[in-house]
């Protein structure tokens, strides 16, 4: 028999899980399989969270299986019994979707090291949050002299066909939805002044992007000028040398939870475990707060430094006066009629 | 039909027993999945449980959706037919250049298919942007003042799909044409027809196969696309590609989703099936020469 180096790394890798868990039947034999999701997220967690969970447990498997949130959905419902997933990473609408869908396993808190010591937002029984997604205003410091403050500056005349936006596909889109409902007096649950609010924007409108990936490349075009967007995808470009700057508004920066979840009948429920306790240590997020991954921490022992404190927030209590919160159960009750609306009423 | 199969010898009795692979393939991965979708549609709430034909009276009866289809029909229509008349002189001129011009222009229109859709399609975006080629050299001739909109419109994406589908359209027309006997048009010349006539009496109708054949693939690709119509489209121009997914992805409204698509599937074989009525009839016609 030929051994090869892959299967000589498989047949010792099998045989060292079989040694940590003597009770490891066949079916059960295969590493731990990790949804995170596609680009930067994938390149962060395969450089930072992966060697710091593998070095924790004795080089234990692990696969890393980027997909969207609603796909790792899909994949998991159509094997319930059986999922080809152990932990899921979701923003706020697709885990409360996950949940509802009796996909996850209620996180054990008790047995947890730095559950407690999470910010109060990030703390969910049902899976905790390890990042934040941080979204602001985004513009180009070479065509927008003075830079925007609030959300309101979107309306400006001087942005005159200058203004990107998503459509509500994305948790960027739906939740500066509401926010800008909000401003005006809206709600989670009555959004209806946002909507007017999109109307008077027209004349700005430069473009409505498919998604916020597509978005954020309109400023490298020259197509856009000013936009709400997602605060690490801004980092990702100007890293690459496009100009493009991001603020907190005044109104507050919207943060979304990225939360991840052990998946129910999971068959490395304890491996499951020990990854998520990973990206909850302060080790980690502190190591993600730095360049090049900038992503925001939720554990309070971590101290902020570097762009985040700059552009952010310099500690805990500042991050919680600066960011803004959303119901996204009150959001995902009404999203569909919000997203038809979207369909029949922005046309530009 | 017996007295065939039982003949030793007779090549028809293998011809099932050699497809059956690719049969059963087609069953397991296509059929089966096809009646999952037909199954689900069939349902009125979103967790699948009651039966009824809901999903397909919600569409049907929704001016908006039914925009929808329609818009992205004609989307198709346009598409194909830019692909039509830019991709035929195209077919022409490969069949009267020289061996080496054909190796130049085979090439050439094999080229977009050896890059991936979306970097074409990025490329569509740098070429059509505010400080996109096109605008710049415009306003470098001074012809326009402020940029011209053209990503996230209308035209941009018709240009944008007419080039990315461009040789679906290209090689079987080259194919059609390169079958037309050139002596044929030799004879309508010294017949005293002139080129015009030749071409409207004589090229046209015998290269219809091959229109047929591009007119099919470019119009079930050009609806389909859904990177390019998301990423030239944008966000707020609905195609059926985005509306499905929009309904399956964002909203988890699978059974609504699974309406969407046999709806679909089935104008779209409409079409089909009209172009290859089309298509027997043109070569009725080039029979009967």
Redesign the interface.
Same mark, same amino acid.
Request: overall charge positive.
């Given at each position: 028999m030929l051994l090869d180096r892959r299967r000589l790394l498989t047949s010792a890798l099998t045989l060292g899980a079989m040694h940590a868990f003597p009770g490891l039947s066949l079916a059960q034999a295969r590493p731990l399989v990790f949804a995170t999701f596609t680009g930067s997220w994938e390149e962060a967690h395969k450089a930072v969270l992966v060697p710091a969970f593998r070095k924790a447990n004795g080089d234990a498997g692990i696969v890393l299986d980027p997909m969207?949130s &609603?796909?790792q /959905?899909a994949k998991v419902n159509a094997a319930k019994a059986n999922p080809p997933i152990d932990v899921m990473l979701h923003d706020p609408g697709p885990a409360l &979707?996950a949940i509802g869908q009796d996909l996850v396993e209620p996180y054990p808190t008790d047995k947890s090291t730095y559950f407690k010591d999470l910010i109060p937002e990030a703390q969910d029984a049902m899976g905790p949050a390890p990042f934040f997604q941080v979204v602001g205003l985004t513009y180009n410091p070479e065509t927008v002299k003075t830079p925007p403050t609030s959300w309101a500056d979107l309306w400006k005349p001087e942005f005159k066909?200058k203004v990107g936006i998503?459509?509500?596909?994305s948790t960027l889109?739906t939740g500066w939805l509401v926010e800008i409902a909000r401003m005006r007096g809206g709600s989670e649950a009555n959004v209806d002044e946002g909507f007017k609010a999109l109307e008077e924007l027209k004349p700005n409108l430069?473009? &409505?992007?498919?998604?916020p990936g597509?978005l954020a490349?309109?400023f490298q =075009?020259? =197509?856009i000028d000013i936009s709400p967007g997602n605060f690490n995808a801004i980092q990702i470009l100007k890293a690459r040398g496009v100009p493009v700057e991001f603020v907190a508004p005044k109104e507050g920066a919207i943060a979304f939870k990225t939360t991840i979840h052990i998946v129910k009948n999971s068959p490395n429920k304890e491996l499951a475990f020990k990854l998520i306790e990973a990206a909850l240590s302060p080790e980690v997020q502190t190591t993600l707060m730095n360049p090049p991954y900038l992503i925001v921490p939720t554990n309070t022992k971590v101290a902020m430094s570097g762009e985040i404190a700059k552009v952010l927030a310099k500690d805990t209590a500042e991050l919680k006066k600066k960011f803004v919160f959303q119901d996204w159960k009150k959001i995902n009750e009404q999203?569909?009629s919000w /997203?038809?609306k979207f369909?029949?009423d /922005?046309? /530009? | 039909m017996k007295s065939a199969t039982t003949a030793p010898g007779d090549v028809t009795s293998f011809s099932l027993g050699l497809a059956l692979p690719l049969g059963l393939a087609f069953a397991i991965f296509f059929v089966l999945p096809l009646a999952q979708l037909v199954y689900l549609s069939l349902h009125n709430d979103t967790a699948a449980t009651v039966w009824g034909l809901g999903q397909y009276v919600k569409f049907l009866t929704d001016p908006f959706s039914l925009a929808v289809l329609g818009s992205t029909l004609l989307l198709g229509a346009e598409v194909t037919l830019t692909c039509l008349v830019l991709g035929y002189p195209i077919a022409w001129l490969y069949q009267r250049s020289g061996s080496r011009v054909q190796t130049l222009i085979i090439m050439i229109v094999l080229l977009p298919l050896l890059t991936s859709v979306v970097v074409r399609t990025f490329a569509w975006i740098v070429i059509l942007g505010r400080q996109g080629i096109i605008n710049s050299v415009l306003q470098s001739l001074g012809l326009i003042g402020t940029p011209l909109r053209m990503i996230y419109t209308q035209g941009g994406l018709i240009a944008a799909l007419a080039q990315v589908q461009m040789p679906l359209m290209v090689l079987p027309l080259i194919t059609a044409i390169g079958r037309i006997d050139p002596n044929l048009s030799d004879a309508s010349a010294s017949l005293g027809a002139g080129s015009w006539r030749t071409f409207v009496k004589v090229m046209l109708p015998l290269s219809m196969p091959g229109i047929i054949a591009g007119c099919t693939l470019t119009y079930a690709a050009a609806i389909t696309a859904f990177i390019t119509q998301s990423l030239v489209g944008g966000g707020q121009m609905l195609f059926m590609p985005m509306y499905l997914y929009q309904q399956a992805s964002t909203l988890q409204n699978w059974p609504f989703a699974a309406a969407i698509s046999i709806i679909f599937l089935f104008a779209v074989l409409a079409i089909v099936a009209l172009f290859s009525t089309l298509g027997r009839r043109a070569r009725g016609y080039g029979d009967a020469r």
């Amino acid at each position: 028999m030929l051994l090869d180096r892959r299967r000589l790394l498989t047949s010792a890798l099998t045989l060292g899980a079989m040694h940590a868990f003597p009770g490891l039947s066949l079916a059960q034999a295969r590493p731990l399989v990790f949804a995170t999701f596609t680009g930067s997220w994938e390149e962060a967690h395969k450089a930072v969270l992966v060697p710091a969970f593998r070095k924790a447990n004795g080089d234990a498997g692990i696969v890393l299986d980027p997909m969207l949130s &609603v796909d790792q /959905i899909a994949k998991v419902n159509a094997a319930k019994a059986n999922p080809p997933i152990d932990v899921m990473l979701h923003d706020p609408g697709p885990a409360l &979707v996950a949940i509802g869908q009796d996909l996850v396993e209620p996180y054990p808190t008790d047995k947890s090291t730095y559950f407690k010591d999470l910010i109060p937002e990030a703390q969910d029984a049902m899976g905790p949050a390890p990042f934040f997604q941080v979204v602001g205003l985004t513009y180009n410091p070479e065509t927008v002299k003075t830079p925007p403050t609030s959300w309101a500056d979107l309306w400006k005349p001087e942005f005159k066909g200058k203004v990107g936006i998503t459509n509500l596909n994305s948790t960027l889109g739906t939740g500066w939805l509401v926010e800008i409902a909000r401003m005006r007096g809206g709600s989670e649950a009555n959004v209806d002044e946002g909507f007017k609010a999109l109307e008077e924007l027209k004349p700005n409108l430069a473009a &409505v992007a498919a998604n916020p990936g597509a978005l954020a490349t309109l400023f490298q =075009q020259g =197509q856009i000028d000013i936009s709400p967007g997602n605060f690490n995808a801004i980092q990702i470009l100007k890293a690459r040398g496009v100009p493009v700057e991001f603020v907190a508004p005044k109104e507050g920066a919207i943060a979304f939870k990225t939360t991840i979840h052990i998946v129910k009948n999971s068959p490395n429920k304890e491996l499951a475990f020990k990854l998520i306790e990973a990206a909850l240590s302060p080790e980690v997020q502190t190591t993600l707060m730095n360049p090049p991954y900038l992503i925001v921490p939720t554990n309070t022992k971590v101290a902020m430094s570097g762009e985040i404190a700059k552009v952010l927030a310099k500690d805990t209590a500042e991050l919680k006066k600066k960011f803004v919160f959303q119901d996204w159960k009150k959001i995902n009750e009404q999203r569909a009629s919000w /997203i038809e609306k979207f369909n029949r009423d /922005i046309k /530009i | 039909m017996k007295s065939a199969t039982t003949a030793p010898g007779d090549v028809t009795s293998f011809s099932l027993g050699l497809a059956l692979p690719l049969g059963l393939a087609f069953a397991i991965f296509f059929v089966l999945p096809l009646a999952q979708l037909v199954y689900l549609s069939l349902h009125n709430d979103t967790a699948a449980t009651v039966w009824g034909l809901g999903q397909y009276v919600k569409f049907l009866t929704d001016p908006f959706s039914l925009a929808v289809l329609g818009s992205t029909l004609l989307l198709g229509a346009e598409v194909t037919l830019t692909c039509l008349v830019l991709g035929y002189p195209i077919a022409w001129l490969y069949q009267r250049s020289g061996s080496r011009v054909q190796t130049l222009i085979i090439m050439i229109v094999l080229l977009p298919l050896l890059t991936s859709v979306v970097v074409r399609t990025f490329a569509w975006i740098v070429i059509l942007g505010r400080q996109g080629i096109i605008n710049s050299v415009l306003q470098s001739l001074g012809l326009i003042g402020t940029p011209l909109r053209m990503i996230y419109t209308q035209g941009g994406l018709i240009a944008a799909l007419a080039q990315v589908q461009m040789p679906l359209m290209v090689l079987p027309l080259i194919t059609a044409i390169g079958r037309i006997d050139p002596n044929l048009s030799d004879a309508s010349a010294s017949l005293g027809a002139g080129s015009w006539r030749t071409f409207v009496k004589v090229m046209l109708p015998l290269s219809m196969p091959g229109i047929i054949a591009g007119c099919t693939l470019t119009y079930a690709a050009a609806i389909t696309a859904f990177i390019t119509q998301s990423l030239v489209g944008g966000g707020q121009m609905l195609f059926m590609p985005m509306y499905l997914y929009q309904q399956a992805s964002t909203l988890q409204n699978w059974p609504f989703a699974a309406a969407i698509s046999i709806i679909f599937l089935f104008a779209v074989l409409a079409i089909v099936a009209l172009f290859s009525t089309l298509g027997r009839r043109a070569r009725g016609y080039g029979d009967a020469r």
